[in-house]
């Protein structure tokens, strides 16, 4: 078997696959040969398509994976950069999945309330016991309007996790789904103490 390129009358280039077999007389010296051959130029020419795409292909995911890691470290350099000067402001931004009581806390959250970054931020009963005991009920009622829709901005007493008082002003608003369902609540709090 043996792949070799012909060129036609025309001077059109044809790749063919070839195969010869020798022919021996009955002492089984060889006295002649059979050969087939068969035109593989289409398969020749989609093998080359293939190759090419692949190249290309390799090329662009080449790219995709250089900008996405320059989008990736844009992205880290822009998430310091804001924990930086919310750590300089005492200013934490959060959300609170409503439907599975989960909620997010940015790292100066954390140091605002004196809890460790490793701790999952808490759900919200949980939240409602670092508030006042004064204050929960304001709180809760500024919760309840917002999620009918009416964003707030308020200012409550807070209880650390080592038991001081500190005072904190706290925003927020409501996002909704396509069917006006409240679905999280978003906001900030700034230590004003």
């Known amino acids: 078997d043996f792949?070799?390129?012909?060129?036609?009358?025309?001077?059109?280039?044809?790749?063919?696959?070839g195969n010869a077999r020798p022919l021996c007389d009955e002492q089984g010296k060889p006295y002649g040969s059979i050969s087939a051959f068969m035109d593989i130029t289409e398969r020749k020419k989609a093998e080359e398509g293939l190759k090419?795409?692949?190249e290309s292909l390799e090329e662009k995911v080449k790219a995709r994976t250089s900008e996405l890691e320059k989008a990736y470290n844009s992205l880290k350099e822009s998430e310091k950069g804001l924990a930086e000067a919310?750590?300089?402001?005492h200013i934490g931004n959060w959300e609170w999945d409503i439907?599975?009581?989960k909620a997010y806390w940015s790292e100066e959250m954390?140091?605002?309330?004196?809890?460790?970054?490793?701790?999952?931020a808490p759900p919200y009963n949980e939240f409602l016991s670092y508030v006042h005991p004064d204050d929960r009920d304001y709180f809760d009622n500024a919760i309840?309007?917002?999620i009918n829709g009416k964003a707030y901005s308020i200012d409550l007493r807070i209880i650390l996790s080592n038991g001081e008082e500190s005072t904190i002003h706290m925003q927020s608003e409501v996002v909704f789904d396509e069917t006006n369902i409240p679905i999280r609540v978003k906001g900030t709090i700034q230590d004003i103490n």
């Open 3 to 17: 792949e070799l390129d012909i060129i036609s009358a025309d001077g059109e280039i044809r790749h063919v696959l």
């Open 52 to 54: 090419k795409a692949h």
């Open 86 to 89: 919310q750590k300089m402001a």
């Open 99 to 101: 439907a599975n009581d």
């Open 110 to 120: 954390y140091r605002v309330f004196g809890r460790s970054p490793q701790e999952l």
């Open 144 to 146: 309840k309007k917002a």
